[in-house]
């Protein structure tokens, strides 16, 4: 109870910030899995750091440029004063969406192999950008890479909140269509859905989520409450409502839980929120496995 006291007392945005990421990964995860574009996920983390490590170059000043047209100041800890990675992160992000969209286009390449093609060019550029940036800065942005859930303040929070907030509100006012062309596209096409549109903006809001939760807790983080969640409740659940409230469910416990052990353990938040839902994916699995025997 006392790590308890001491963990809302000291990191409050921290734990309301993983709650948060871990609703978003869980619940985009949902289509994700069920989409069968797990590698989706992967790539996109990738695309959004190698936009952070694009923002340290330093080419374009966006943070200048903006507080210059309003006239305003940037100061340290400000929204605006880590503007330029968000913006490049989420830049990488949507790109790699709108090339991966392509493969609805053409019969040459399939979907994995666009996925592939961007997962390993993301690296590669990922290592030139940090290779290029300046030697003073390369420990700040590995550390941006990596990604910790300790370090979510007020306005990471409240960014995630927004983003969360944004992302429920796209699926609330297009739930029809955006679950017709990711769990059914026969019924999609039968009913005249315009089904490129809907997944090229399921896929976009996909890679909004994605690069900006990946921004402030990591790709590790990002891509495993992608996958875990969601598959534990695909494994649990019969109804598609069973399986989001589920895996919403376990997105917004297992973060907190591996804030805790991690600090009881002084080990790395992040990868310890990860190890907690592998764990309980291995006993759902285990479980299902005896069951079906």
């Known amino acids: 109870m006392e790590t308890i006291n001491v963990l809302l007392e000291l990191f409050p945005y921290a734990i309301l910030g993983s709650i ?15 989409q069968r574009v797990v590698f989706l996920g992967a790539a996109l983390t990738q695309a959004a750091i190698a936009g952070v490590a694009f923002a340290f170059l330093h080419l ?20 605006l004063h880590h503007f330029e990675h968000t913006f490049f992160s989420l830049l990488f992000a949507v ?25 390993v060019i993301a690296i ?24 910790d859930i300790l370090f979510i303040g007020s306005a990471e929070f409240y960014t995630l909140l927004v983003i969360l907030i944004i992302i429920l509100l796209i699926f609330s006012l297009f739930s029809k269509q955006l679950k017709f062309v990711t769990f059914d596209a026969d019924t999609a096409a039968a009913h005249g859905v315009n089904d490129r549109f809907w997944l090229l903006l399921f896929y976009l809001t996909v890679g909004i989520g994605i690069s900006l939760t990946t921004r402030f807790v990591g790709d590790v983080f990002t891509f495993a409450f992608l996958i875990l969640p969601a598959s534990i409740a695909i494994l649990i659940s019969k109804k598609i409502s069973q399986v989001f409230i589920t895996a919403i469910f376990i997105g917004a ?30 006993i759902v699995y285990i479980y299902k496995k005896l069951l079906s025997d």
């Open 20 to 34: 948060a990421a871990g609703i978003i990964c869980s619940f985009l995860g949902v289509f994700v899995v069920s």
């Open 60 to 79: 374009i000043n966006l943070e200048e440029l903006i507080a210059s047209v309003f006239g305003i100041t940037v100061i340290e800890d400000s929204f």
């Open 95 to 119: 790109i790699a969406v709108l090339i991966f969209s392509q493969s609805y286009r053409q019969k040459f390449l399939t979907k994995d192999s666009l996925l592939g093609i961007i997962f």
């Open 124 to 147: 590669a550029m990922r290592i030139i950008f940090i290779q290029k940036s300046p030697s003073a800065e390369v420990a700040e942005i590995e550390s941006i890479l990596k990604g």
């Open 253 to 282: 416990i297992i973060p907190p839980l591996g804030i805790y052990f991690a600090f009881e353990f002084d080990i790395s938040s992040g990868p310890t929120a990860v190890a907690a839902a592998f764990a309980l994916f291995i």
